[in-house]
């Protein structure tokens, strides 16, 4: 029994050894695994935060800020292929046959897919596949998903690629967003993010000037207008692929552009006041004392809340511009001021939150300007097209 005791404990020991070396080979074959340890002792150099930050900014901002761009454009697009060169009959609804009701469909289609697959993408992107690879994966997605959009012939086959270029594009903000994390502590992050999302609002406003420009090839090279539209936007979009794989940084450990202090340095700062990269996984109990945490209820109330009219300002502020009275080229054109104008406010407002940490006042009060806009827009005569166009500024 002794003997058997000893042997029994032999092998639990050798398959504990073995269990480790299996995660060990893992962890070594892993080529994004950072290798830089926290520092308790940090004590922050402002001049020096300040001088890193500004090399950080620079370095992949303004490329996250384009690619988001670029996401919004080959999300939105469909809004503006909706009524483009419609006097016609040569919009996407006419030639797939789709009817208003199916439009909206095909939208929740992308919708749907978006929030199933926001979660998984970020999971993958946290534990098995370095950032700038899986965002380019992402971009490769559904950049040839909008060449796709060229070919389509029926509202089953637009449905279809609603779906997955939702699933393509679903990860890549709330990427960017856990990105930044690794790189900024918590005040530092909300006008860097800003920077990002505001993109959403500056996709709008190129959408309407490009839709308004590519319309007038309507019938060149035997394609109408709205397959143009996508051919343009998707090439675009699979072109910078490579931009996102060569020069968006993963991890601080990770930058070949810093030295071996200033790579401690960044991570011991960002661990120190929140943030920074880690493989540790969540118990159950964290997990759900996260997710239901009142606070995170609340948030996910005021972003659906805020997420619906903003969905219908990407989809359909084309549709409702053409019902103001002007023709389908000059109702995308139109709808470029109101984006802009939101673009603005947008960083206005990430600046102001992060200089004086009030965010759920600025949050709540935007919010609220958003609400008077729409209320205001639907109570108001059809025929005030002038104060109904207004209102899309708010």
Known sequence: MEKEGVTHAENRSSDSNSDDEKRNTTAAALDDEPRITLNTDFVEDKERSKRLRRKVDLRFLPLCAFIYLLNYLDRGNIGAARIMNSETGDDILTVTNMTTKGYAVAISMFSVAYAVFEIPSNLIMKRYVRPSLWLSILLAGWGAITIGFTGVQTYPQVVVLRFLIGVFEAGFYPGIIYFITMWFPVEERSLRIALVGSSASAAGAFNGAIAYAVGQFNGAGGLEGFRWLFLIEGIVTVACVPLVLWFVPDYPARAKWLSEDDKQYISDRIQVRGGGYTKAHASKKEIMTTVFHPRMVAHYFAYLCDMIPLGSMTFFAPTIVNGLGY??????????????????????????????????FHVAASSTVGFIGWLVQAVLPADAYGARYAMLFL
């Open 327 to 360: 023709d389908s080229l000059q109702a995308n054109l139109m709808t470029v001021p109101p984006w802009i104008f939101g673009y603005c406010i947008c960083l206005l407002l990430a600046y102001s939150a992060d200089k004086n940490n009030a965010r759920g």
